[in-house]
C-alpha cells in the first residue's frame, strides 16, 4: 500500500512538472493562459462593480421592507 501511494506521489510531481515544463516551452499555450487571467479579472470586476451599483438600491430596499415589518406589528 505505501509503495502505491508513494508511486502516486511520484507520478503526480512528475506529470506536474512535465506540464509546467511544456508550458513554458509552449508560447501558444502561455498566451492562453494569459487571455484566460485576464477574462476572470475582468469577471471578477464586473462583478464588484455591479455589486457596488446595486448595494445602495438594495439596502435601501431591506430598510423598507424591514421598516414596514416592524410597523406592522
Known amino acids: 500500500m505505501r509503495q502505491k501511494i508513494s508511486d502516486f ?3 503526480s510531481y512528475l506529470s506536474f ?3 509546467t515544463r511544456r508550458l513554458k ?4 499555450g502561455l498566451s492562453d493562459l494569459v487571455v484566460s487571467v485576464l477574462l476572470i479579472l475582468v469577471a471578477i470586476l464586473a462583478v464588484v462593480l455591479f455589486w457596488a ?3 445602495g438600491w438594495l439596502q435601501d430596499l431591506w430598510d423598507r421592507m424591514t421598516n414596514a415589518d416592524a410597523e406592522i406589528i
Open 9 to 11: 506521489i511520484i507520478m
Open 17 to 19: 512538472v512535465g506540464f
Open 25 to 28: 516551452n509552449d508560447e501558444l
Open 53 to 55: 451599483f446595486l448595494g
